[in-house]
């Protein structure tokens, strides 16, 4: 959890537990990259006005769920990235990846995985089903739009209670109270989801951005 230590030269102390060990870290730059949550409580010593800021931010949760087939069980050729789902397909999963089509090596010989996303804003109850009920729920929606014969022969769900954050009415007075405490220790920096927009080159554009702050930073002192 981080103070400030010196208000001339903004530092940071860090204790960290290991094992059920502490020890003790010093940085003259932080850069925060947890959820925004997350992040408020590890602030609290540092100001305790971080907490209701970044704990207020608002996030719909997502369930994650990978399934593996047969090749020969696939009838699309799976030829592309995946798919998103609009609303008004019927289907309840967000949008389907294909893994095994971008990465090489990421399923088996022989076989597909599939990654696809449940739940969101509009369907906030996806995140009180089971493992084995997203698993079905799936399945049963994948089979008909990738012409899909068989059962599943490799499944795993990870449910993010915190995955998409909720840019409603009041947002925008979240991130300028954010940086007005945030201008008070200049050496900490934040990064994430909840910032400039939940897509990945957001975050990376946002995570570039910080770096080169740092780097500026460090050559001016």
């Not at 959820?35 to 100001?47: F, I, K, T, Y």
């Not at 300028?176 to 920096?189: C, S, T, V, W």
């Amino acid at each position: 959890m981080p103070s400030p230590r010196e208000a001339a030269a903004p530092s940071f102390e860090l204790r960290l537990r290991r094992a059920g060990k502490e020890e003790t870290l010093a940085a003259n730059r932080l850069v925060m990259a947890t959820p925004a949550d997350v992040a408020g409580v590890l602030l609290r010593d540092a100001n305790a006005a971080f907490e209701p800021v970044l704990g207020g931010m608002e996030y719909a949760p997502v369930a994650v769920v990978s399934l593996g087939y047969r090749r020969e069980d696939t009838g699309h050729p799976l030829q592309g990235f995946g798919f998103l789902a609009p609303r008004s397909s019927g289907l309840r999963m967000l949008g389907c990846v294909w893994n095994s089509s971008l990465f090489p090596e990421r399923a088996a010989a022989g076989h597909v995985l599939l990654t696809s996303f449940v739940g969101g804003a509009t369907d906030p109850t996806a995140a009180s089903l089971s493992p084995e009920e997203l698993r079905e729920l799936v399945h049963r929606e994948l089979a008909p739009v990738l012409q899909i014969r068989g059962s599943p022969v490799f499944s795993h769900t990870q449910l993010y209670r915190h995955a998409l954050p909720q840019y409603n009415i009041g947002h925008s007075e979240r991130l300028i109270a954010l940086q007005r405490l945030r201008a008070e220790l200049p050496g900490l920096f934040f990064v994430g989801n909840y910032l400039r927009g939940p897509a990945i080159g957001n975050c990376v554009d946002l995570a570039m951005q910080v770096v080169g702050d740092i780097t500026k930073l460090s050559k001016s002192t």
